[in-house]
């Protein structure tokens, strides 16, 4: 039976869910219920792939850390599925475990632009009519307000970042030209100059 397969795009981010709809409660064939495989596509990184048992732990973790980031607390989340940790300011740290033995787990580094892509995936998948994900009681969507406060603290790091790099270089380099600088001897060369004209 020819599975249905639908796509949510945000950039550099793409999530492709694959499965059949439940007809017996007579839905529409282009419907999604029964999810069989979903695949996430970040630019330059590995595919992620896998099923429905899968996908929920996975999105779930990216709602709670961002909820951490979003109220300034200590952004660090740990599961057997998945742990996310912010290396900095702009980089954040995905360790993706595999449920099968000796696979070694999948180390993922993204940017702030490239989180708020995934997390904009997840929620068009939520809000999509086509597909239904059955929430667990742990499931945790970031309430609108707190969405904006996220967006906001990305745009902020992308905009005050690369301005505040090449201010401190330009410090830097300033005080380098300070170090090398001699007024004692550059007043010398002054002197010589004037006798020279002097004597002329």
Same mark, same amino acid.
């Given at each position: ?18 499965? *059949?709809? &439940?007809?017996? $409660? ?6 999604? =219920? ?6 996430? @596509? ?72 490239? *989180?708020? &892509?995934?997390? $904009? ?6 809000? =999509? ?6 929430? @667990? ?64």
């Amino acid at each position: 039976m020819m599975q249905n397969k639908l796509s949510f795009h945000q950039s550099s981010v793409s999530l492709e869910i694959i499965g *059949l709809p &439940d007809y017996s $409660n007579n839905e529409n064939k282009d419907q999604i =219920s029964i999810i069989s495989q979903w695949k996430l @596509t970040i630019v330059d990184k590995p595919l992620i792939e896998g099923k429905i048992e899968h996908l929920q732990p996975i999105m779930n973790a990216f709602y709670i850390y961002s909820n951490l980031l979003i109220k300034n607390e200590i952004p660090i989340y740990h599961s057997k599925l998945i742990d996310i940790k912010a290396d900095n300011l702009h980089i954040h740290n995905i360790v993706l475990k595999s449920s099968k033995p000796n696979v070694n787990p999948l180390v993922l580094k993204i940017g702030n632009s490239l *989180l708020l &892509d995934t997390i $904009n995936c997840f929620d068009q998948l939520n809000e =999509s009519s086509k597909v239904r994900i059955r929430k @667990t009681s742990s499931y945790k969507k970031i309430p609108n307000k707190l969405r904006f406060g996220l967006n906001n603290k990305v745009k902020f790091f992308n905009f005050i970042m690369p301005p505040f790099i090449a201010i401190s270089s330009l410090i830097l380099f300033s005080s380098t030209l300070v170090y090398f600088y001699n007024p004692i001897e550059d007043e010398g060369k002054n002197e010589l100059i004037k006798n020279k004209i002097k004597s002329n």
